[in-house]
């Protein structure tokens, strides 16, 4: 679905993330969710189409495009595998912060691999206690000559058995200095004194999510992102980027339900017509197509913003809070449409509601969303957060 801030070239690049996921992993979308996890081969081949972060440099493996064009690969990738869409997004969040706070060797070290789709990186901010106050980490890292050693626990990590390193938020200021006691580093997670464990989660299965341990874990100093008691303030910024993503995400899930349903309710007949021909069935779908196209419009003016260099805080937490729950409600449609035979695995509706349910919960909750609307609108003070 092409729009007022799509290029030609934009548009030829989402035909070609369209076809890869229609015709490579679609297919394949429930058997890696009984895997657990994804082919290597198939990230690869994303990595040589040119779709994995093509935001970032040449000089890192991307192509210089916009921010846009990631977010167009996530909509796209999400319509054939919910948690596929998962790989693009993970590594422009991750390839972006590392492009502009790690030393340039540390980049040119990890950057090309991420972006010709060798590796996943993950990202390690949460922990058991913290939750959504992102700023109360418990996890410790202190500086013992030319090497950090970390002590503690993250919580509900996307990938964190499937990476190959994680930036890893930790404290290393005092606890009552909260966000600026804070440092951010890129651990390898081969390292010794690390272990994982995997959550039964409903969905996300194939992406997968579990906790990270660290135990005196030792890491080179020169892994350091941003300064010391500053990572936090200077890496969060990227996030305002990720949440657009998966606000479109989760936009293609319920675009792609919209389109298969559409035409179920134009075939499938009833009481001598068509569906479609029931009011009661075709302006519910016509209620949540036009959602669904302000929403995509809604996350494509937050990247389009950031393209241009303009402020976009508010504009992401609202690409984030919203879509996820409109995806939800859409495909919860959709599957009723289809009846009983939606209800079955037969049909990816049920799948598809499992998978974007979490990402009302990860990546900061809808409430947290709007208290950051409020605070741009109203001002922080008033906020009173």
């Known amino acids: 679905?092409?729009?007022?801030?799509?290029?030609?070239?934009?548009?030829?690049?989402?035909?070609?993330?369209?076809?890869?996921?229609?015709?490579?992993?679609?297919?394949?979308?429930?058997?890696?969710?009984?895997?657990?996890?994804?082919?290597?081969?198939?990230?690869?081949?994303?990595?040589?189409?040119?779709?994995?972060?093509?935001?970032?440099?040449?000089?890192?493996?991307?192509?210089?495009?916009?921010?846009?064009?990631?977010?167009?690969?996530?909509?796209?990738?999400a319509r054939a595998d919910f948690s596929f869409g998962y790989i693009p997004l993970l590594a422009s969040l991750n390839g972006q912060i590392l492009a502009a706070h790690a030393r340039p060797e540390?980049?040119?070290?990890?950057?090309?691999?991420?972006?010709?789709?060798?590796?996943v990186i993950a990202l390690a901010l949460t922990e058991p206690k913290g939750g959504s106050d992102a700023a109360a980490l418990a996890l410790r890292m202190e500086r013992q000559g030319e090497e950090y050693v970390l002590n503690g626990e993250k919580t509900s990590i996307s990938a964190a058995d499937q990476a190959a390193a994680a930036i890893v938020f930790a404290r290393t200021g005092?606890?009552?200095?909260?966000?600026?006691?804070?440092?951010?580093?890129?651990?390898?997670?081969?390292?010794?004194?690390?272990?994982t464990t995997r959550f039964q989660c409903m969905g996300q299965r194939a992406i997968g999510r579990g906790s990270i341990f660290f135990d005196n874990v030792r890491v080179p100093a020169q892994n350091l992102l941003g300064s010391e008691n500053a990572g936090f303030v200077q890496v969060m910024q990227g996030f305002d980027f990720s949440r657009a993503l998966i606000g479109l995400q989760c936009i293609g899930v319920a675009q792609q339900s919209l389109e298969e349903t559409w035409a179920h309710v134009g075939e499938h007949r009833a009481f001598g017509q068509p569906l479609a021909a029931f009011q009661g069935v075709s302006h519910q779908l016509a209620a949540f197509d036009t959602k669904v196209q302000a929403a995509?419009?809604?996350?494509?003016?937050?990247?389009?913003?950031?393209?241009?260099?303009?402020?976009?805080?508010?504009?992401?937490?609202?690409?984030?809070?919203?879509?996820?729950?409109?995806?939800?409600?859409?495909?919860?449609?959709?599957?009723?449409?289809?009846?009983?035979?939606?209800?079955?695995?037969?049909?990816?509706?049920?799948?598809?509601?499992?998978?974007v349910l979490g990402l009302q919960i990860g990546d900061g909750t809808a409430n947290i969303m709007k208290t950051i609307l409020a605070r741009q609108r109203a001002g922080r003070q008033a906020v009173g957060a």
């Open 1 to 77: 679905m092409h729009s007022i801030y799509e290029t030609d070239e934009l548009s030829a690049i989402r035909e070609v993330a369209r076809k890869f996921g229609m015709e490579r992993l679609r297919p394949g979308y429930r058997a890696r969710e009984s895997a657990g996890k994804f082919e290597p081969e198939l990230i690869r081949e994303l990595g040589e189409l040119g779709l994995i972060a093509p935001e970032l440099p040449e000089a890192f493996g991307g192509s210089g495009a916009g921010a846009i064009c990631s977010g167009v690969v996530c909509e796209e990738l």
């Open 106 to 119: 540390v980049a040119r070290q990890w950057l090309p691999r991420v972006t010709a789709g060798e590796i």
């Open 174 to 195: 005092r606890s009552e200095d909260k966000a600026r006691g804070i440092s951010a580093i890129l651990v390898p997670m081969d390292l010794p004194g690390i272990s």
């Open 296 to 355: 995509r419009l809604l996350c494509l003016h937050a990247l389009w913003l950031r393209d241009n260099g303009a402020a976009h805080t508010a504009e992401a937490a609202m690409s984030k809070w919203w879509p996820p729950l409109l995806a939800y409600e859409t495909v919860h449609c959709c599957l009723l449409m289809h009846g009983h035979y939606g209800y079955s695995g037969e049909l990816p509706f049920e799948q598809r509601l499992r998978d």
